[in-house]
C-alpha cells in the first residue's frame, strides 16, 4: 500500500515538472510511512543520519512543495507548532486539547461531508473554494484517564 502511495505521489510531481531529489523522495516516503503528524524537526531529526545533504531548509522548502501540491496537510497543532502529513487518502483529524496528539478519522461518509461543506461555503460566501480541512477537537483516551474524566 505504502509503496503504491509512493509512486502515485512520485507520478503526480513528475507530471508537474518537479525535479525528484534523493532528499525529496526520502522525505515524501517518510511521511507516507509515519502517521505521528510529524513536525519539521521530527523529520529532520529522523532522517538527519540517513540521508546525505539534508537539511532543515531541505525539509522545510520539501515540505512547502508537497503542500503546494496537494500531497501533504499542513496541522497546526494547540502548541503553535506545525505538523504535517501525507493526504493521500482523504481523512479528517482529531486533536487532544490537553496533550497535542493528532489522530486520523478515516469515514466513508468523509468525501461528501467535505463536498457539502465546500459547496454550503462557496452559496453563503462567493469564496472559489480550493480546499478544506476539518479537524474535531476534544481530549484523548489518554489524557481522561489521566485527568479522570469518564465519558
Known amino acids: 500500500m505504502a509503496e503504491a ?3 502515485r505521489a512520485l507520478a503526480t510531481l513528475r507530471s508537474n515538472k518537479v525535479r525528484l531529489t534523493p532528499q525529496r523522495k526520502e522525505i515524501l516516503e ?3 510511512s509515519h502517521h505521528t503528524h510529524p513536525s519539521v524537526e521530527m523529520i529532520y531529526d529522523d532522517l538527519k543520519g540517513n540521508v546525505k545533504n539534508i537539511s532543515m531548509a531541505t525539509v522545510y ?3 512547502k512543495l508537497l503542500v503546494d501540491y496537494n500531497l501533504v496537510i499542513e496541522l497546526k497543532n494547540g502548541d503553535g507548532s506545525t ?3 501525507y493526504f493521500g487518502h482523504p481523512h479528517y483529524h482529531v486533536v487532544c486539547d490537553n496533550c497535542g ?3 486520523d478519522v478515516f469515514d466513508e461518509h468523509f468525501s461528501s461531508i467535505t463536498k457539502e461543506l465546500q459547496s454550503m461555503t462557496r452559496n453563503k460566501t462567493g469564496y472559489l473554494v480550493t480546499g478544506s480541512t476539518i479537524e474535531v477537537h476534544g481530549l484523548c483516551p489518554d489524557c481522561q484517564r489521566k485527568l479522570h474524566l469518564n465519558r
Open 5 to 7: 502511495e509512493f509512486d
Open 30 to 32: 517518510y511521511l507516507i
Open 61 to 63: 522548502n520539501t515540505l
Open 83 to 85: 505538523h504535517y502529513d
Open 101 to 103: 496528539k493528532i489522530s
